[in-house]
Protein backbone atom coordinates (compact mmCIF):
# COMPACT_ATOMS: atom_id res chain seq x y z
CA UNK A 1 0.00 0.00 0.00
CA UNK A 2 1.31 3.23 -1.24
CA UNK A 3 0.51 7.18 0.97
CA UNK A 4 -0.29 9.08 -2.05
CA UNK A 5 -1.08 12.96 -2.50
CA UNK A 6 -3.34 13.86 -5.34
CA UNK A 7 -3.38 17.99 -5.61
CA UNK A 8 -6.57 18.59 -7.79
CA UNK A 9 -8.71 15.02 -8.01
CA UNK A 10 -12.11 15.99 -7.23
CA UNK A 11 -13.26 16.23 -10.96
CA UNK A 12 -12.87 14.94 -14.19
CA UNK A 13 -9.28 12.39 -14.45
CA UNK A 14 -8.32 13.74 -11.17
CA UNK A 15 -11.21 11.68 -9.68
CA UNK A 16 -10.57 8.64 -12.16
CA UNK A 17 -7.05 8.42 -10.74
CA UNK A 18 -8.28 9.04 -6.63
CA UNK A 19 -11.06 6.39 -7.55
CA UNK A 20 -8.20 4.02 -9.30
CA UNK A 21 -6.13 4.29 -6.35
CA UNK A 22 -8.53 3.49 -3.68
CA UNK A 23 -9.92 0.83 -5.64
CA UNK A 24 -6.16 -0.57 -5.48
CA UNK A 25 -6.44 0.21 -1.67
CA UNK A 26 -4.20 3.02 -1.44
CA UNK A 27 -3.54 5.40 1.06
CA UNK A 28 -5.07 8.80 -0.34
CA UNK A 29 -4.37 12.41 0.43
CA UNK A 30 -7.03 14.95 -1.62
CA UNK A 31 -5.78 18.36 -1.62
CA UNK A 32 -8.04 21.13 -3.10
CA UNK A 33 -9.19 24.27 -1.94
CA UNK A 34 -12.30 22.71 -0.20
CA UNK A 35 -14.55 23.90 -2.97
CA UNK A 36 -15.98 21.20 -4.55
CA UNK A 37 -16.98 18.30 -3.16
CA UNK A 38 -15.67 14.75 -3.30
CA UNK A 39 -17.52 11.22 -3.33
CA UNK A 40 -14.98 9.49 -1.40
CA UNK A 41 -16.51 9.64 2.08
CA UNK A 42 -13.81 8.49 4.71
CA UNK A 43 -12.11 6.25 2.17
CA UNK A 44 -9.50 9.10 2.08
CA UNK A 45 -7.93 11.97 3.82
CA UNK A 46 -8.17 15.91 2.77
CA UNK A 47 -6.46 18.91 3.53
CA UNK A 48 -7.52 22.16 2.45
CA UNK A 49 -5.51 24.84 0.92
CA UNK A 50 -4.80 27.03 -2.27
CA UNK A 51 -2.17 25.31 -4.21
CA UNK A 52 -1.10 28.94 -5.53
CA UNK A 53 -0.25 29.94 -1.78
CA UNK A 54 2.82 28.90 -0.64
CA UNK A 55 2.59 29.19 2.74
CA UNK A 56 -0.99 27.76 2.71
CA UNK A 57 0.27 24.99 1.40
CA UNK A 58 3.74 24.47 3.29
CA UNK A 59 0.95 24.53 6.15
CA UNK A 60 -1.45 22.22 5.04
CA UNK A 61 1.26 19.17 3.89
CA UNK A 62 3.26 19.62 7.27
CA UNK A 63 5.75 16.86 8.16
CA UNK A 64 3.70 14.36 6.07
CA UNK A 65 5.60 12.21 3.94
CA UNK A 66 4.63 10.52 0.88
CA UNK A 67 5.80 7.76 -2.23
CA UNK A 68 3.67 9.41 -4.92
CA UNK A 69 2.27 12.91 -5.27
CA UNK A 70 0.21 13.83 -8.20
CA UNK A 71 -0.02 17.20 -9.24
CA UNK A 72 -3.02 17.94 -11.65
CA UNK A 73 -2.79 21.91 -11.04
CA UNK A 74 0.68 23.01 -11.79
CA UNK A 75 0.38 25.81 -14.53
CA UNK A 76 3.88 28.33 -13.72
CA UNK A 77 6.71 28.33 -12.14
CA UNK A 78 6.04 29.75 -9.48
CA UNK A 79 4.16 27.10 -7.98
CA UNK A 80 6.63 24.48 -9.57
CA UNK A 81 9.36 26.29 -7.38
CA UNK A 82 7.29 26.30 -4.30
CA UNK A 83 5.85 22.58 -4.63
CA UNK A 84 9.89 21.33 -4.80
CA UNK A 85 10.58 23.68 -2.07
CA UNK A 86 7.58 22.18 0.11
CA UNK A 87 8.38 18.86 -0.52
CA UNK A 88 11.52 17.94 -0.52
CA UNK A 89 12.74 15.29 1.45
CA UNK A 90 8.65 14.57 1.94
CA UNK A 91 8.30 12.45 -1.41
CA UNK A 92 9.63 9.88 -3.22
CA UNK A 93 8.21 10.44 -6.79
CA UNK A 94 6.20 13.27 -7.84
CA UNK A 95 4.02 13.31 -11.37
CA UNK A 96 2.67 16.70 -12.66
CA UNK A 97 0.41 16.65 -15.73
CA UNK A 98 1.63 18.95 -18.45
CA UNK A 99 -0.01 18.65 -22.44
CA UNK A 100 0.77 18.49 -25.78
CA UNK A 101 0.33 22.08 -25.80
CA UNK A 102 4.38 22.19 -24.97
CA UNK A 103 4.84 20.98 -28.07
CA UNK A 104 4.05 23.50 -31.81
CA UNK A 105 2.05 22.20 -34.93
CA UNK A 106 3.29 19.50 -37.22
CA UNK A 107 2.68 16.42 -39.35
CA UNK A 108 5.33 14.50 -37.74
CA UNK A 109 4.32 13.05 -34.38
CA UNK A 110 6.20 14.47 -32.24
CA UNK A 111 9.03 12.70 -29.82
CA UNK A 112 9.69 13.90 -25.66
CA UNK A 113 13.00 15.02 -27.03
CA UNK A 114 11.60 17.75 -29.37
CA UNK A 115 11.32 19.64 -26.60
CA UNK A 116 14.13 19.31 -23.98
CA UNK A 117 12.70 21.01 -20.55
CA UNK A 118 15.50 19.24 -19.04
CA UNK A 119 17.55 22.22 -20.40
CA UNK A 120 15.35 25.25 -21.13
CA UNK A 121 16.16 27.82 -19.30
CA UNK A 122 13.49 28.92 -15.93
CA UNK A 123 11.88 32.32 -15.58
CA UNK A 124 12.33 33.09 -11.64
CA UNK A 125 10.39 36.71 -12.32
CA UNK A 126 7.67 36.27 -9.87
CA UNK A 127 5.93 38.89 -11.65
CA UNK A 128 6.25 37.27 -15.35
CA UNK A 129 2.92 36.36 -16.91
CA UNK A 130 3.01 33.21 -19.15
CA UNK A 131 0.31 31.43 -21.77
CA UNK A 132 -0.69 28.23 -21.13
CA UNK A 133 1.91 26.34 -23.34
CA UNK A 134 4.81 28.29 -21.99
CA UNK A 135 3.66 27.78 -18.70
CA UNK A 136 3.55 24.09 -18.96
CA UNK A 137 7.07 23.93 -20.45
CA UNK A 138 8.25 26.13 -17.62
CA UNK A 139 6.45 23.98 -15.03
CA UNK A 140 8.43 20.93 -16.49
CA UNK A 141 11.55 22.60 -16.49
CA UNK A 142 11.45 23.52 -12.69
CA UNK A 143 10.81 20.37 -11.82
CA UNK A 144 13.26 18.32 -13.88
CA UNK A 145 15.55 20.74 -13.02
CA UNK A 146 15.05 21.50 -9.12
CA UNK A 147 13.88 19.19 -7.70
CA UNK A 148 15.27 16.66 -5.08
CA UNK A 149 13.12 13.83 -5.76
CA UNK A 150 12.23 11.67 -8.93
CA UNK A 151 9.91 13.68 -11.01
CA UNK A 152 8.04 13.02 -14.01
CA UNK A 153 5.68 15.25 -16.61
CA UNK A 154 2.56 13.41 -18.22
CA UNK A 155 1.98 15.70 -21.91
CA UNK A 156 -1.49 14.58 -22.46
CA UNK A 157 -3.36 15.38 -25.01
CA UNK A 158 -6.85 16.57 -24.93
CA UNK A 159 -8.85 14.65 -22.65
CA UNK A 160 -12.27 13.28 -23.36
CA UNK A 161 -15.02 11.55 -21.32
CA UNK A 162 -18.71 11.91 -20.33
CA UNK A 163 -17.25 14.29 -17.04
CA UNK A 164 -15.48 16.53 -19.28
CA UNK A 165 -16.28 19.99 -17.94
CA UNK A 166 -15.15 21.66 -20.84
CA UNK A 167 -17.43 20.26 -23.07
CA UNK A 168 -15.17 20.44 -26.08
CA UNK A 169 -16.96 17.27 -27.82
CA UNK A 170 -19.83 18.56 -26.44
CA UNK A 171 -19.62 21.18 -28.24
CA UNK A 172 -19.29 19.41 -31.08
CA UNK A 173 -22.41 17.04 -31.27
CA UNK A 174 -24.77 19.18 -29.78
CA UNK A 175 -24.15 22.11 -32.94
CA UNK A 176 -24.39 19.07 -35.22
CA UNK A 177 -27.85 17.78 -33.96
CA UNK A 178 -28.94 21.51 -33.77
CA UNK A 179 -28.00 22.15 -37.45
CA UNK A 180 -25.53 25.04 -36.12
CA UNK A 181 -22.45 25.74 -38.06
CA UNK A 182 -19.00 24.88 -37.09
CA UNK A 183 -15.84 26.57 -38.02
CA UNK A 184 -12.99 24.25 -38.78
CA UNK A 185 -10.23 25.83 -40.51
CA UNK A 186 -7.79 22.87 -41.41
CA UNK A 187 -10.40 19.54 -41.56
CA UNK A 188 -7.65 17.57 -42.51
CA UNK A 189 -5.36 17.94 -39.35
CA UNK A 190 -4.95 14.92 -37.56
CA UNK A 191 -5.55 14.85 -33.80
CA UNK A 192 -5.32 12.51 -30.98
CA UNK A 193 -7.30 12.52 -28.02
CA UNK A 194 -6.88 10.48 -24.83
CA UNK A 195 -9.99 9.51 -22.86
CA UNK A 196 -10.62 10.15 -18.79
CA UNK A 197 -10.36 6.77 -17.78
CA UNK A 198 -7.22 5.72 -19.99
CA UNK A 199 -5.60 9.23 -18.66
CA UNK A 200 -6.06 8.25 -14.71
CA UNK A 201 -4.80 4.55 -15.50
CA UNK A 202 -1.46 6.13 -17.35
CA UNK A 203 -1.24 8.54 -14.08
CA UNK A 204 -1.57 5.45 -11.80
CA UNK A 205 1.08 3.17 -13.49
CA UNK A 206 3.58 6.00 -13.99
CA UNK A 207 3.58 7.04 -10.38
CA UNK A 208 3.21 3.43 -8.67
CA UNK A 209 4.22 0.92 -11.78
CA UNK A 210 7.23 2.91 -13.35
CA UNK A 211 10.38 4.49 -12.88
CA UNK A 212 10.53 6.68 -15.51
CA UNK A 213 11.11 10.33 -15.15
CA UNK A 214 11.51 13.66 -17.21
CA UNK A 215 8.69 14.07 -19.68
CA UNK A 216 6.21 11.02 -20.89
CA UNK A 217 4.01 11.52 -23.65
CA UNK A 218 0.55 9.82 -23.45
CA UNK A 219 -2.69 9.29 -25.89
CA UNK A 220 -5.18 6.70 -27.18
CA UNK A 221 -3.12 4.97 -29.93
CA UNK A 222 -4.64 6.12 -33.39
CA UNK A 223 -4.65 9.91 -34.96
CA UNK A 224 -8.15 11.16 -36.29
CA UNK A 225 -8.59 14.13 -38.69
CA UNK A 226 -10.89 16.98 -37.59
CA UNK A 227 -13.45 15.85 -41.00
CA UNK A 228 -13.21 12.26 -40.05
CA UNK A 229 -14.14 13.30 -36.05
CA UNK A 230 -17.39 14.82 -37.38
CA UNK A 231 -18.18 11.71 -39.85
CA UNK A 232 -18.21 9.95 -37.20
CA UNK A 233 -20.95 12.59 -34.89
CA UNK A 234 -22.76 12.18 -37.79
CA UNK A 235 -22.68 8.55 -37.78
CA UNK A 236 -23.65 8.07 -34.41
CA UNK A 237 -26.67 11.34 -34.56
CA UNK A 238 -28.24 10.59 -37.83
CA UNK A 239 -27.34 14.35 -38.46
CA UNK A 240 -25.65 16.24 -41.21
CA UNK A 241 -22.91 18.50 -39.92
CA UNK A 242 -22.58 22.02 -41.06
CA UNK A 243 -18.86 22.90 -41.29
CA UNK A 244 -17.05 26.11 -42.75
CA UNK A 245 -13.52 27.05 -42.94
CA UNK A 246 -14.46 30.42 -41.74
CA UNK A 247 -16.84 32.44 -39.93
CA UNK A 248 -17.83 33.72 -36.39
CA UNK A 249 -15.67 33.39 -33.13
CA UNK A 250 -18.53 31.37 -31.05
CA UNK A 251 -19.02 29.06 -34.12
CA UNK A 252 -15.01 28.42 -34.01
CA UNK A 253 -14.22 24.63 -32.69
CA UNK A 254 -11.86 24.01 -29.72
CA UNK A 255 -10.16 21.38 -32.23
CA UNK A 256 -9.88 24.01 -34.95
CA UNK A 257 -6.22 23.75 -35.42
CA UNK A 258 -4.01 25.04 -37.90
CA UNK A 259 -2.09 21.98 -38.62
CA UNK A 260 -1.70 18.44 -37.47
CA UNK A 261 -0.58 18.24 -33.72
CA UNK A 262 0.23 14.41 -32.85
CA UNK A 263 2.51 12.78 -30.61
CA UNK A 264 4.70 9.82 -30.21
CA UNK A 265 4.43 7.67 -27.34
CA UNK A 266 6.80 5.47 -27.84
CA UNK A 267 8.68 5.59 -25.09
CA UNK A 268 5.87 5.05 -22.55
CA UNK A 269 5.06 1.66 -24.68
CA UNK A 270 8.88 0.16 -24.46
CA UNK A 271 8.35 0.74 -20.86
CA UNK A 272 5.46 -1.83 -20.91
CA UNK A 273 2.17 0.68 -21.02
CA UNK A 274 -0.80 -0.54 -23.35
CA UNK A 275 -2.68 2.13 -24.65
CA UNK A 276 -6.41 1.83 -25.86
CA UNK A 277 -7.53 2.63 -29.40
CA UNK A 278 -9.39 4.97 -29.99
CA UNK A 279 -11.81 3.66 -32.07
CA UNK A 280 -12.27 1.24 -29.08
CA UNK A 281 -14.10 4.42 -27.35
CA UNK A 282 -14.29 7.66 -29.42
CA UNK A 283 -18.19 6.24 -31.31
CA UNK A 284 -19.44 5.14 -27.78
CA UNK A 285 -18.67 8.24 -26.17
CA UNK A 286 -20.25 10.33 -29.13
CA UNK A 287 -23.00 8.18 -28.86
CA UNK A 288 -23.15 9.09 -24.97
CA UNK A 289 -22.76 12.94 -25.11
CA UNK A 290 -25.41 12.88 -28.07
CA UNK A 291 -28.05 11.17 -26.36
CA UNK A 292 -26.98 13.29 -23.48
CA UNK A 293 -27.79 16.49 -25.09
CA UNK A 294 -30.75 15.11 -26.48
CA UNK A 295 -32.00 14.89 -22.54
CA UNK A 296 -32.30 11.11 -22.77
CA UNK A 297 -29.37 10.23 -20.23
Known sequence: ???????????????????????????????????????????????????????????????????????????????????????????????????????????????????????????????????????????????????????????????????????????HVGRVLRAETIVIPNPDAQMNFIHEEEAARFLYWLGLDSELTGPVNARSEEEITLVALINEIERQTGCRAIVKSKGEEADQSPFGVPDSWIMDTSLAFHEGFRFYRLSEWLPELISYIAAEEKGEQ
Open 1 to 171: MAKVLVIGGTRFFGKNLVELLLYRDHNVTLLTRGQTNDPFGDQIQRLVADRTDETALRQAVGEQQYDVVYDNICYTPQEALAACRIFSGQTKRYIVTSSLSVYSFGRDPLQEQDVDTKQMSINYDPEAEFDYAEGKRQVEAVFLQQSDFAAAAVRFPIVLGPNDYTKRLHF
